[in-house]
């Protein structure tokens, strides 16, 4: 049986990494950035291992030290040049169209909030035709050196009559689960993205290798 009303769960969906497939594009972008910046290319395994939110934080596990300022600015400057170039490749997640129609249709809600720049994210989830299977989409204002906590409070402000308790986050990085906690929500982890299963796994909450296993998780979570 489906689960409707306030016994279902609200969905925030995180964008890079979870329903957008785009790994690849930020391995290769990242690269391309490096090679810019004097840093030696780095494989999806070790990426996976070493990421992590704030970025900053991401490029002192790989120089031994925190960017100075002008120099993360020359550094986010060229990874977001590199990836915006090859982003229109990038297609969705296996299923996740499907996914988000069948929960629409379903008559249950769902959210996007993402760390992409606003401006960046909007135009490509309407390329993709699911902009309308959200009952909010936000993306990032503002600077790029903190995490998704902060934002996912004003993102559930922006929710009318969805409880903290109601929602559970559905992404591929630790940060996903950190701003969950924030904002006393849950959290569901994806394999597909930005993380290892180990460094998820390490985090505390569910770890699921698909999307669709996410959703059912998500809603045993607020059962």
Known sequence: MVKTGNRSAHLVWDWNGTLL???STVIAATNAA?????LAPI???RYRELYCVPVPRFYERLMGRLPTDDEWLVMDAA?????WARADACGLAAGAAELLVRRQRSGLTQSLLSLAPHEHLIPVVRRHGIEERFVRVDGRVGASTSGKAEHMVRHLAGLAGVSAERVVVIGDAADDAVAAAHVG???VLYTGGSHSRASLKSVGVPV???LEEAVAVAEELVA
């Open 21 to 23: 497939d785009d790994i």
């Open 34 to 38: 490096f090679a810019e910046t004097g």
């Open 43 to 45: 494989t999806l395994e």
């Open 79 to 83: 990874f977001h040049k590199h990836y």
């Open 185 to 187: 929500a849950k959290a």
């Open 208 to 210: 699921v290798d698909t």
